[in-house]
């Protein structure tokens, strides 16, 4: 797959959002639609010359977003409102996702669960921690873990019914 080139404007998200408030990009719809998924992607690229790697989460309207974080604000010498040149392409391979620290002592609890997370794919490993992250109630996110735990103990790789094309909580790059 070649490279794609686009300009995007940086913006604030709304404080009050289900996400954030953080700088995102939104890439345009035709720089999207060549990207392999409509899902969660990983990019490499260059924001204004910057290298990055980045998680690009769908926005459940056709197109994708990232989070750009304070240190790729810095490096690339950009803030909000900025339009920068973006030249990404989808990673070859996928890094592994940090583990949020609840999930991480629920595994370290739970050997049978441990083992089967270490076996299962790194993008099942993003699909599950995305799972996970995907709530709106704070409540909700504190069983998570230990229903992820539970489902890998009955031998699921995968969540069940997680729509990989919703937006959940974007990942900035570093979560990589």
Known sequence: MSAIRFEAALRYTDPAARFGPWTVLTLPKDASARLPTRGMTVVE???NGFRFRAPLEPDGKGSH????DKAMLE???VDVGDTVALEIEPAKVWPEPRVPTDLENALAADPQARALWT???TMARW???RWLD????SETRRERPGKLCSRLRAGKRRPC???RT????PRSAEAL
């Open 119 to 121: 076996d299962i794919t």
């Open 127 to 129: 699909d599950w921690i």
């Open 45 to 47: 690229g260059t924001l």
């Open 65 to 68: 977003w990232f989070r750009v």
């Open 134 to 137: 995907s709530v709106k109630l």
């Open 166 to 169: 919703l937006p959940t909580p």
């Open 161 to 163: 019914c997680f729509n």
């Open 75 to 77: 490096a690339a010498a």
